[in-house]
T-cell receptor, first 116, second 111 residues
Framework: AQKITQTQPGMFVQEKEAVTLDCTYD???????LFWYKQPSSGEMIFLIY??????QNATEGRYSLNFQKARKSANLVISASQLGDSAMYFC?????????????FGTGTQLKVEL | DSGVTQTPKHLITATGQRVTLRCSPR?????VYWYQQSLDQGLQFLIQ???????AKGNILERFSAQQFPDLHSELNLSSLELGDSALYFC??????????FGPGTRLTVT
């Protein structure tokens, strides 16, 4: 079974600053993927970034980067140059690779508020 | 816009009733997933279909069922509804990549 832990229920950041959202995971699978999704107050789930367990380089997508530390089982999301539109709930998720489907297991989320 | 569509956006119904939620995946995606998001349970995987066949099952109640049709759209049927079934129900789809793209969700309110 997989478990995702997000220990920060809420975070505040000043506009234009960088912020790190924490995510740790637990799995016995050797091969897996890690994901971050953004959920604005409107409710939709927006895919942000993906990291494979065997990827040697940390994933980046624009202002988003994933700080992947496999030995520590952590997959923190770094948002650079925060914008007011980044205010939202952020979910870390993972899925194993292999038989049995591709279900995502989600953490409880971190509510990010970007302030002027 | 993820390319995944879900109808209806909102649904209000009474306890004991049955509803059907509909999802159309992104063009070309063969996999469809259903998730439930509630305040007490968070985001939970319900079921996955791949090209019409059930692929994986999660915490889906026996009162709930789903299917994927030959045109790849999927329906989630919820019956004998209870107050606790009130939630946001998401459909997601995936193709050859690893990421899943979510639809806008159907907000179900059971009164």
């Amino acid at each position: 079974a997989q478990k995702i832990t997000q220990t920060q229920p809420g975070m505040f950041v000043q506009e234009k600053e960088a912020v790190t959202l924490d995510c740790t995971y637990d799995t016995s699978d050797q091969s897996y993927g890690l994901f971050w999704y953004k959920q604005p107050s409107s409710g939709e789930m927006i895919f942000l970034i993906y990291q494979g367990s065997y990827d040697e380089q940390n994933a980046t997508e624009g202002r988003y980067s994933l700080n992947f530390q496999k030995a520590r089982k952590s997959a923190n999301l770094v948002i650079s140059a925060s914008q007011l539109g980044d205010s939202a709930m952020y979910f870390c998720a993972m899925r194993p690779y292999g038989a049995g489907g591709n279900k995502l297991t989600f953490g409880t989320g971190t509510q990010l508020k970007v302030e002027l | 816009d993820s390319g995944v569509t879900q109808t209806p956006k909102h649904l209000i119904t009474a306890t004991g009733q049955r509803v059907t939620l509909r999802c159309s995946p992104r063009s070309g995606d063969l996999s469809v997933y259903w998730y439930q998001q509630s305040l007490d349970q968070g985001l939970q995987f319900l079921i996955q279909y791949y090209n019409g066949e059930e692929r994986a099952k999660g915490n889906i109640l026996e009162r709930f069922s789903a299917q994927q049709f030959p045109d790849l759209h999927s329906e989630l049927n919820l019956s004998s509804l209870e107050l606790g079934d009130s939630a946001l129900y998401f459909c997601a789809s995936s193709g050859s990549g690893y990421e899943q793209y979510f639809g806008p969700g159907t907000r179900l309110t059971v009164t």
